[in-house]
C-alpha cells in the first residue's frame, strides 16, 4: 500500500499530468511539484523498512525513492539508505549449493556468500584482468612453497618459523586455487550455471529418470533472485555515494 502511495504520487506529479493541472488558476499547482515527488519518497522509504526481512524488495524500494529524489535534486534527503544490510538472501543459495554440489565439479565452484563477495569486489573486471590477477596469484603460491622446501631441506631454521612459512604458503595457495577455480564475473557464473543444467544438454540424466526440467526452472529462478539483488545493491552503492558527495556539498 505504501508503494501504491508513492506510485500514485508519482503520476500526479508526473509533467504530462502536472502540465494539465498547472492550467487551474491555483498557486498551489505552481509550487507544489516536487512536494508531491518528496512525499512518493518518503513512502518508498516507509515500504522499504516494511518489507524487512526481504532484502530485494527492500533494496528495490530504496533504489526507487532515489531515483524520485533524483529527479528533482534532492538525492541528499535519501532515508534509510544505510539500514540494510546488502546481504543475499539465503534460500536461493542453499538451492544452487545443493544442486551444484550434487553434479560438482562440472557446473563449477557451489556458489556462496564469499565467492559473490569476491566477484562484487572485482564487479567491472574484464576477463583478462582476472586472468592476470590469478596468474599472479599462482607465481606467489608457487615462490612460497618452493622456499618452504629448500628451508626444509637445509634445517637450519627453527620449527616455529618454519611452520609460519608453511601456513603462508597454504594460505597462498588457497588463495591461488580459489582464483583460479572461480569464473571471473557473475554473468560468467550465472551462464555456466545455467548452461550445465538446461535439459538440452542433459539427455543423458533425463534418460536415468531424474526431472531435468524441474532441476533447471529451481536453478534459473535461484539466479534469478540473486541476479535481481545483485543489480539493485549495485544501484544502491552507486545512490549512496552520490548522496554522500551531495551532503558534503
Known sequence: MLELGALLAQVT??????SYMLRWPCGFFESAGKQVVTIAASKYARAAMAAAPDVAQQTRLLVEQCKALER????????????????????????????????APAPGPPPDRDMLRLLEERRGWSEDDWAAECTVAEQHAAELEE?????????????????????????????????????????????KSQLFFHPDKRAGHAAEGIDTNAECAQLQEAWKQLDACRIHFEELR??????????EQ
Not at 13 to 18: L, Q
Open 13 to 18: 506529479a508526473h509533467r504530462v499530468m502536472w
Open 147 to 191: 622456499q618452504l622446501q629448500l628451508d626444509e631441506a637445509a634445517g637450519v631454521l627453527r620449527k616455529r618459523v618454519l611452520k609460519k612459512q608453511r601456513r603462508r604458503a597454504e594460505q597462498a595457495r588457497l588463495q591461488a586455487d580459489t582464483l583460479a577455480a572461480h569464473p571471473h564475473s557473475f554473468s560468467a557464473a550465472m551462464n
Open 72 to 103: 528533482i535534486d534532492q538525492l541528499h534527503e535519501a532515508q534509510h539508505l544505510d539500514d540494510v544490510a546488502l546481504e543475499y538472501p539465503e534460500a536461493p543459495l542453499q538451492v544452487l549449493h545443493d544442486l551444484h554440489t550434487q553434479y
Open 238 to 247: 552507486a545512490y549512496e555515494e552520490q548522496a554522500s558527495t551531495a551532503m
